[in-house]
């Protein structure tokens, strides 16, 4: 039998229906991951500042030293500079999606609550010694290396544990919606991330990444003392993930007079009315067993390539806003904030649709289509005015970041609840860490070509990127055409076809 976690008093207390703790763990989770995106996004507004254009800055005060790049911060003071923030872009990125597929796992078997604070807190204190490197004086690439994969695998704590904390408390119902609102957290972690770093990336760029440590070490001690991982822990009742057929309910409690199921899709026995009992704790379900899931393949590889779009947008955005609109550093950490905000409507857009559609990889393929020739346009457009381009970063953002949102989020959560495994929520932490770590394999890819490929011309990334667009739509074919059939045989039923 399951032992009921430790939960504190007090919120028993002030929290005595299930709505509240809903919203109470809607909140938590938000601003939990809000503070891990906002301690990733600092070194892409810092770029510009460790390898600026000097000459700006007025005549060199040490005659010993280039006159175009004395004020840069070695070792990123010469002319593989792009590679080498390619090297710390990947060593976060590579970490994250080796110990993407681990922390899965541990999330299962570890009291989530623990498993997210304490991450919080760690990864706070990575961030912050990569900053404190400003102040220490330390130009070793090593350090900035080592600390970056330290944090790469401490941050992969963070996401297993919010989407399994917010599916154990959701049903499949509206989780669309819910969780393509709840996604915005990343985008506005983006945002606030971009704002906080900008504030001293140009006085005191270790501030930029100190203060976010700050912030994210703390929301993880909140998140210990106030976060409630299960209903039934504060004897509140577990959502239905998914509708039951006749064939898996036992025909002794279907009425004939109501039918299996009530207008809200509940049985019609009411949970609240029956008797609690202690349920068999259920076995966490291997790596393999996950994989056999329908549809987590598909979507996994589909996020592979559409996080390898978003993460090169993520860390290499601003600075390529420097070096084709000729902004300085905070200004183009600022524009690039719209690309998030077109995330946020873009995650809610998807969201949206795909609960009134029941289709979630079609929503995303036509997202992906509709995106691949605007992030052309952008790039040969985008530069003609501000207004020109603060509409493009906002709909690119929004058709890159709202596939990326739902597959993240809500397509996680079904197939992490999925009929398949006859009510064994447990799986949904090793299903959200196989699907984000093989996107993240994507994640730490995008910035590493974009790196290598940037020197040849900024066209060539837009068109790597597209052609990652492209992959990510192909790659959901099989399940759209699934999909499709599924929507044409209830019509064709209705007016008389016989359906194969």
Same mark, same amino acid.
């Given at each position: 039998l399951r032992p009921p976690k430790p939960v504190p008093q007090t919120l028993t207390s002030l929290l005595p229906s299930s709505h509240s703790y809903r919203?109470?763990?809607? &909140?938590? %989770?938000?601003?939990s991951y809000t503070s891990y995106h906002l301690s990733r996004k600092p070194i892409s507004i810092v770029k510009s500042q460790l390898h600026p254009n000097c000459s700006a800055l007025g005549p060199n005060p040490h005659n010993d030293s280039n006159?175009? %790049? #004395?004020?840069? #911060?070695?070792?990123?003071?010469?002319?593989?500079?792009?590679?080498?923030? !390619?090297?710390?872009?990947?060593?976060?990125?590579?970490?994250?999606?080796?110990?993407?597929f681990i922390s899965g796992i541990f999330g299962e078997r570890l009291p989530l609550r623990y498993y997210l604070s304490g991450g919080m807190v760690l990864s706070g204190l990575f961030t912050a010694l990569f900053g404190l490197g400003y102040f220490w004086d330390i130009h070793m690439l090593w350090y900035f290396v080592i600390v970056q994969v330290c944090n790469g695998l401490v941050q992969t704590t963070g996401w297993p544990a919010v989407v399994a904390c917010v599916g154990n408390w959701f049903g499949k119902g509206k989780r669309g919606l819910i969780m393509g609102i709840w996604n915005s957290h990343t985008s506005v972690g983006n945002i606030l991330g971009?704002?906080?770093a900008g504030v001293w990336v140009s006085s005191a760029w270790g501030l930029s990444f100190v203060v976010p440590g700050i912030i994210i070490a703390t929301m993880g001690i909140i998140c210990f003392f106030f976060l409630v991982e299960y209903p039934e822990d504060v004897d509140c009742n577990p959502p239905l993930h998914h509708v039951m057929t006749i064939s898996e309910k036992d025909p002794e409690a279907v009425t004939s007079n109501e039918g299996p199921l009530g207008l809200s899709g509940q049985s019609s026995v009411d949970p609240s009315n029956s008797p609690k009992e202690p349920a068999e704790e259920p076995e966490a379900i291997s790596f393999l067993g996950a994989l056999r899931i329908p549809g987590v393949v598909e979507f996994s590889l589909c996020l592979l390539f559409a996080k390898l779009v978003s993460y090169t947008f993520l860390y290499w955005l601003p600075l390529y806003i420097v070096n084709v609109a000729h902004f300085g550093a905070k200004e183009a950490g600022d524009l690039?904030?719209?690309?998030?905000v077109g995330g946020i409507l873009g995650g809610i857009f998807a969201g949206l649709v795909s609960d009134y559609t029941g289709g979630r990889a079609t929503t995303c393929c036509v997202m992906l289509v509709v995106a691949a020739p605007m992030l052309f346009l952008y790039n040969h457009v985008g530069q003609n005015g501000i207004g020109t381009s603060i509409a493009m970063l906002i709909i690119c953002g929004a058709l890159v970041n709202g596939p990326y949102a739902l597959i993240t989020t809500a397509v996680s959560a079904d197939l !992490?609840?999925?009929?398949?495994?006859?009510?064994?929520?447990?799986?949904l932490s090793t299903? %959200?860490?196989?699907?984000?770590? %093989? !996107?993240? &394999? !994507?994640?730490?890819?995008?910035?590493?070509?974009?790196?290598?490929i940037s020197p040849t011309g900024w066209n060539n990334v837009f068109y790597m990127l597209i052609a990652a667009d492209v992959l990510a739509c192909l790659l959901l074919a099989r399940v759209v055409v699934k999909e499709a059939r599924g929507w044409?045989?209830?019509?064709?039923?209705q007016r008389g076809y016989v359906v194969t």
């Amino acid at each position: 039998l399951r032992p009921p976690k430790p939960v504190p008093q007090t919120l028993t207390s002030l929290l005595p229906s299930s709505h509240s703790y809903r919203g109470l763990t809607l &909140v938590l %989770t938000f601003l939990s991951y809000t503070s891990y995106h906002l301690s990733r996004k600092p070194i892409s507004i810092v770029k510009s500042q460790l390898h600026p254009n000097c000459s700006a800055l007025g005549p060199n005060p040490h005659n010993d030293s280039n006159s175009t %790049t #004395w004020c840069s #911060w070695a070792p990123f003071d010469g002319d593989n500079y792009n590679e080498l923030f !390619g090297a710390l872009d990947n060593a976060f990125l590579v970490a994250y999606a080796i110990g993407m597929f681990i922390s899965g796992i541990f999330g299962e078997r570890l009291p989530l609550r623990y498993y997210l604070s304490g991450g919080m807190v760690l990864s706070g204190l990575f961030t912050a010694l990569f900053g404190l490197g400003y102040f220490w004086d330390i130009h070793m690439l090593w350090y900035f290396v080592i600390v970056q994969v330290c944090n790469g695998l401490v941050q992969t704590t963070g996401w297993p544990a919010v989407v399994a904390c917010v599916g154990n408390w959701f049903g499949k119902g509206k989780r669309g919606l819910i969780m393509g609102i709840w996604n915005s957290h990343t985008s506005v972690g983006n945002i606030l991330g971009s704002l906080i770093a900008g504030v001293w990336v140009s006085s005191a760029w270790g501030l930029s990444f100190v203060v976010p440590g700050i912030i994210i070490a703390t929301m993880g001690i909140i998140c210990f003392f106030f976060l409630v991982e299960y209903p039934e822990d504060v004897d509140c009742n577990p959502p239905l993930h998914h509708v039951m057929t006749i064939s898996e309910k036992d025909p002794e409690a279907v009425t004939s007079n109501e039918g299996p199921l009530g207008l809200s899709g509940q049985s019609s026995v009411d949970p609240s009315n029956s008797p609690k009992e202690p349920a068999e704790e259920p076995e966490a379900i291997s790596f393999l067993g996950a994989l056999r899931i329908p549809g987590v393949v598909e979507f996994s590889l589909c996020l592979l390539f559409a996080k390898l779009v978003s993460y090169t947008f993520l860390y290499w955005l601003p600075l390529y806003i420097v070096n084709v609109a000729h902004f300085g550093a905070k200004e183009a950490g600022d524009l690039s904030t719209l690309f998030d905000v077109g995330g946020i409507l873009g995650g809610i857009f998807a969201g949206l649709v795909s609960d009134y559609t029941g289709g979630r990889a079609t929503t995303c393929c036509v997202m992906l289509v509709v995106a691949a020739p605007m992030l052309f346009l952008y790039n040969h457009v985008g530069q003609n005015g501000i207004g020109t381009s603060i509409a493009m970063l906002i709909i690119c953002g929004a058709l890159v970041n709202g596939p990326y949102a739902l597959i993240t989020t809500a397509v996680s959560a079904d197939l !992490g609840t999925h009929e398949s495994l006859k009510g064994n929520a447990r799986a949904l932490s090793t299903v %959200t860490a196989i699907i984000d770590g %093989t !996107g993240s &394999v !994507g994640a730490a890819l995008g910035p590493l070509l974009a790196g290598l490929i940037s020197p040849t011309g900024w066209n060539n990334v837009f068109y790597m990127l597209i052609a990652a667009d492209v992959l990510a739509c192909l790659l959901l074919a099989r399940v759209v055409v699934k999909e499709a059939r599924g929507w044409c045989g209830p019509m064709a039923r209705q007016r008389g076809y016989v359906v194969t």
